[in-house]
């Protein structure tokens, strides 16, 4: 069963930096993509950052020139490097993975999410 497991969270000042780490377990056939997502109360769900196997990565208007996604295709670590934090950026931050599954004669795209990991941003 692949499981995603997110660490790096905490609390931080505005203007800090700060870096979490998805770590993937389970056998993955195929990673089509990874991505962070994040919610804070009161709010919908936003993509952060999206690694695309092969392609570009994609990164919310808010994170652009501040947030940095990089991912160890080898291990199947995703990170986000958050820099200049403000404290809007205060939510539970997600980690996603998206995968392509063949069983039988049929291939599937399975998502996966982790747990999720706090990040607050003092002001």
């Known amino acids: 069963q692949v499981q995603l497991a997110e660490s790096g969270g905490g609390l931080v000042q505005s203007g800090e930096i700060l870096t979490l780490i998805c770590r993937t377990s389970?056998?993955?056939?195929?990673?089509?993509?990874m991505a962070w997502y994040r919610q804070a109360p009161g709010r919908q769900r936003e993509l952060v950052a999206r690694v695309v196997n092969g392609g570009p990565t994609e990164y919310g208007d808010f994170a652009k020139g501040r947030f940095f996604a990089n991912r160890d295709t080898h291990r199947n670590i995703l990170v986000l490097e958050m820099s200049s934090l403000k404290p809007d950026d205060t939510a539970v931050y997600y980690c996603?993975?998206?995968?392509?599954?063949?069983?039988?004669?049929?291939?599937?795209?399975?998502?996966?999410w982790g747990k999720g990991t706090q990040v607050t941003v003092a002001s």
């Open positions: 996603f993975l998206q995968e392509r599954r063949r069983e039988s004669f049929v291939e599937r795209v399975v998502e996966y």
């Open positions: 389970g056998s993955i056939q195929k990673v089509e993509n």
